[in-house]
């Protein structure tokens, strides 16, 4: 385990209510640029939380994949870690394949079509598979926006990614849709992409409008961007059920409610953000 927990409990009892001595420290692990949203939000939620349990729950994040992340990240969870890995549901689908599917490309037009499919029996039904995989699903909506085509030359057919080398994520699901558009799908760690473009070991990557500014890609070689929309970019959140279960249940609901309302606040603001960022990259040359 990357921490350790101690807990104290009257009772014994992870439902009773928490002691005043009780503490427990998470990291927190993800990929995003302190400069993106994600980061923020993220922080923001940690922040909270530590403030509603008095200093009981900490958890400390950790940017730009300091920690495990990806699909090590998971299975930090999954070993039952006091770590919180945040990552996009496809890197659940080593556990429960149906998450591939919901991650897939082409499958929505709207921010608010994938929210409502979340809430549906259906994805409650794999969350719950999930659980059974010691899997605890705290979010599956931490959007970031739709995923793009970020090159140097200027893509407009299928035809045109013949050849092009395109850093994606290591996960099938990304590797998968950038072959069936055409390109040559270069998996890279996010903290060796900006160098791999700028050294034309890749031609180009993918991502959202607020990865590009966030992550400054626009200052590079790369200021080509084909509107693709070929997947919907989220995060979800887990934590070990191992974990969760030895947590109080009113620290339980406190930590539930944050991570909930920091998914449906970023939704919100970047909704909002989303034309304004456009025409600041295209301000920029882009």
Known sequence: MLLSAVAVYATGQAEAPAGADYKLVLKLSHV????????????????????KTNGAIEIQTFPQA??????????????????????????????????????????????DEYVNLTRKQVVKDMVALADKQGIKILALDYIYGFRNLITKKVITTPADLSGMKIRT???????????????IATPLPWGETLSAVQQGVVDGLEGSEFTNIGTKVYEGPAKNVATTRHILGTCGVYISTTV????????????????????AGMVSLLKSQHAGVVKELESYGV
């Open 32 to 51: 995003f640029s302190p400069a993106e949203q994600l980061t923020k939000s993220m922080d923001e939620v940690a922040k909270s939380i530590y403030e």
């Open 66 to 111: 300091q920690l495990p992340a990806y699909k090590e990240g998971v299975e930090q969870v999954v070993r039952g870690a006091d770590f919180i890995s945040v990552e996009d549901p496809s890197f659940l689908g080593d556990y429960v394949p149906d998450f591939k599917a919901l991650y897939a490309p082409m499958m929505y037009r709207s921010f």
């Open 169 to 183: 994520p290591g996960s099938k699901s990304y590797i998968d849709t950038l072959t069936a558009m055409g390109g």
């Open 244 to 263: 969760w279960a030895k947590i109080p249940a009113n620290y339980q609901a406190i930590i539930q409610e944050e991570f909930t309302k920091g998914a």
